[in-house]
């Protein structure tokens, strides 16, 4: 049996596209997202569904910005002491 039921990020990817679709019906289009349409509409996600739309992993986003973790190197070594990840909860 086929299940229609839609849930979580299947369901918003399913609405953006919809939505999509009527305003290009509205103004007589019938054609496929462009790639940069395709981003506008990402950009408007919140940062965790955009994560799990785009199946991202923390190794993917670490191996992507290897450069802005260098910049802030001193700051993430200091808060990821085993001393400070453990005891934030108590601040």
């Not at 305003?23 to 950009?43: A, P, S, Y």
């Amino acid at each position: 049996m086929i299940s229609t039921e839609i849930t979580g990020t299947g369901f918003l990817i399913l609405s953006l596209m919809i939505n999509s679709s009527i305003k290009r019906r509205r103004v007589g289009h019938n054609t496929m997202l462009t790639f940069q349409e395709v981003c506008d509409q990402l950009i408007q996600l919140d940062e965790t569904t955009l994560l799990e739309v785009l199946d991202l992993t923390s190794e993917d986003i670490v191996n992507k910005f290897q450069d802005k973790i260098e910049d802030k190197l001193e700051l993430l070594a200091e808060d990821l002491e085993p001393d400070n990840i453990f005891n934030q909860d108590n601040e």
